[in-house]
């Protein structure tokens, strides 16, 4: 399941595992193995659909494709230190494998360098769980449940912004229409 979660974007999920496996529910080293490759392959795929098809569909999406120029921007300006750090700037890490997809950049540096930075992301996100785990430990008895909880309290949060700009976007889509 992790591996599922990693392949496309899990970060919470990774983290909830770090706690598991301080709490002894999950094994940290399987958990970061399988979100490792899980997240690796993930941005393999994206970047493969970024070689095969990225230019065309991007033409098709403006939105995306402003995205990507971006990205690409930031590939060219930060080169190999940007893909270390892609996946951790949120909502970008899809993107950018598609757009580094769309560069001259050769598939077997990209290899390299993707699957450097998926360990490095593995290890950062099983790790804070794992140091949210002891806080939660620390606490008490009680500890996990508040943990889940502020967690939980947390993803409602950024359910409800995402929902209101979401919303909020259609409502100014919809006062003006594509002409």
């Not at 591996?3 to 399987?30: C, D, P, Q, R």
């Not at 033409?59 to 494709?65: M, N, Q, V």
């Not at 008490?140 to 912004?161: H, N, Q, R, Y």
């Not at 979401?166 to 003006?176: D, E, H, P, Q, S």
């Amino acid at each position: 399941m992790a591996f599922v979660w990693a392949f496309f974007e899990g970060e919470t999920f990774v983290i909830f595992g770090g706690m598991g496996a301080k709490l002894g529910i999950v094994n940290l080293y399987w958990l970061v193995g399988s979100v490792w490759i899980g997240s690796f392959l993930g941005d393999q795929v994206w970047f493969w659909l970024g070689r095969r098809w990225g230019k065309k569909a991007l033409a098709r999406f403006p939105s995306a494709d402003a995205h990507a120029c971006r990205v690409l921007s930031w590939l060219e300006k930060y080169g190999v230190a940007f893909i270390l750090v892609f996946r951790f700037l949120y909502g970008v890490r899809n993107i950018a494998s598609v757009a580094i997809g769309t560069s001259g950049m050769p598939w077997s540096r990209f290899l390299f360098w993707n699957f450097l930075a998926a360990g490095i992301w593995a290890w950062s996100f099983a790790g804070a769980g794992y140091l949210f785990g002891e806080a939660a430990a620390a606490i008490g008895e009680d500890g996990p449940k508040i943990l889940l909880l502020s967690g939980f309290a947390i993803g409602g949060l950024w359910l409800a912004v995402k929902s209101f700009r979401w919303v909020r976007r259609r409502a100014l889509a919809a006062t003006n229409p594509a002409e």
